[in-house]
């Protein structure tokens, strides 16, 4: 009889263990499977980004070919969207809006869209535009480096002469001034509110054709310093994110009355 017993406990154990390793096969196939239609989904994805966009958008920025850029390198693009759309589905979302129908109302890159414009619809579909959007979010951009215009360096700003804006342009940037001197707000929804609100501002001081020469460079080259923490802040997740990107932007954007000056 124990014997009979000790047979039968065997026999369970083996059929477990079977059934363990059979599970584990199936799990390691599935993980395998979904791995292999990511990568799918990736080459799929740069394969149409190279089809509709690398015909405008260099990957990179290339002194040599200037004449040739028509929009803004895809490096830029990425980091100006990644930077305020860090979550992949909203930024796949922003990045297809976007494509789908260019607009100021939308813009992230307000000195780019000054110097290329808007650029045309892509009337290719939501699924293709996913597919790049999603394969431009995972993309290792960053391996070709941070560029910035030489103009943008700090050290242009130790010798400067102010340049004169409109009476409501400089009225604009006192009330930005004066929307980020609220400090503690209750929620991050709040803080990103405070940055979309700033960001259009600047926007809207950018886009603005009647500036033109050495007043428009003045222009980028102040709000290029303040870009990257504008889009941090219009993005924040919890409220100690909001006061240090609040307090970033406040200290960075007091200091417009060094650049410019009211027109008489």
Request: net charge positive.
């Amino acid at each position: 009889m124990k014997n009979l017993l000790l047979i039968v406990g065997l026999s369970v154990l083996i059929i477990s263990c079977r059934e363990d390793n059979q599970n584990d096969k199936i799990s390691i196939s599935k993980n395998t499977q979904n791995e292999m239609a990511k990568i799918g989904q990736q080459q799929e994805g740069k394969k149409l980004f190279k089809q509709y966009c690398m015909a405008c958008h260099f990957i990179k920025p290339d002194p040599s070919k200037r004449d040739q850029m028509t929009a803004p390198p895809i490096i830029r693009v990425v980091q100006h969207y990644k930077g305020t759309h860090s979550e992949r589905k909203d930024f796949v979302n922003a990045v297809v809006n976007w494509a789908n129908k260019p607009n100021n109302d939308a813009v992230l890159m307000p000195g780019a869209t000054r110097k290329f414009g808007l650029m045309p619809p892509m009337p290719i579909g939501n699924k293709k535009l996913e597919k790049i959007a999603d394969y431009l979010f995972d993309a290792n951009f960053e391996k070709f480096g941070n560029f910035k215009h030489k103009n943008h360096r700090k050290a242009n700003f130790k010798q400067i002469e102010k340049q004169t804006l409109d009476t409501k342009d400089i009225n604009q940037l006192h009330q930005a001034v004066s929307l980020l001197q609220k400090s503690n707000l209750q929620s991050p929804s709040a803080y990103r509110q405070m940055g979309e609100k700033v960001f259009k501002i600047a926007k809207n001081i950018l886009l603005n054709k009647n500036y033109e020469g050495k007043t428009l460079q003045q222009i980028q080259m102040f709000f290029h310093q303040i870009e990257e923490d504008m889009h941090r802040l219009m993005s924040v997740k919890n409220n100690n994110e909001g006061e240090k990107y609040r307090k970033i932007v406040l200290k960075k954007l007091q200091k417009f009355d060094e650049f410019f000056i009211p027109k008489e």
